[in-house]
């Protein structure tokens, strides 16, 4: 099925923006629901926010939810996670991941390597 790929991870200050893509196989983007999850230091993986195959059905976790934007486009085969207003608290290693669009990490069998961002204070 190939590989996700994330890029776009960085050192931000608090405040700022940064947009993470997720190039995917069109095989799995074009049939699976796409979805962003994090893992900060010494964290568990937690839900970010994901985008059903068709585009439709868009959900967030409360804590990113009026901060990030996640979008698609169909002709790159590539997903996207606008953050604004990054907080320190946002820290973390951003996967990529294809499965069933909801926030059940255990749903998605196709994962990326990751992106790392960290926002300083």
């Known amino acids: 099925q190939g590989q996700l790929v994330e890029s776009g991870g960085a050192l931000v200050e608090a405040g700022g923006s940064l947009r993470l893509s997720c190039a995917a196989p069109?095989?799995?983007?074009?049939?699976?629901?796409l979805g962003w999850f994090r893992q900060a230091p010494g964290k568990e993986r937690e839900f970010v926010a994901a985008i059903n195959w068709i585009g439709t059905t868009i959900t967030y976790a409360d804590s990113v939810k009026g901060r990030f934007t996640i979008s698609k486009d169909n002709t790159k085969n590539t997903v996207y996670l606008q953050m604004n207003g990054l907080k320190p608290d946002d820290t973390a290693v951003y996967y990529c991941?294809?499965?069933?669009?909801?926030?059940?990490?255990?749903?998605?069998?196709?994962w990326g390597q990751g992106t790392r961002v960290t926002v300083s204070s």
């Open positions: 069109g095989s799995i983007f074009h049939s699976y629901g």
């Open positions: 991941a294809g499965g069933s669009g909801s926030p059940r990490g255990d749903e998605y069998p196709y």
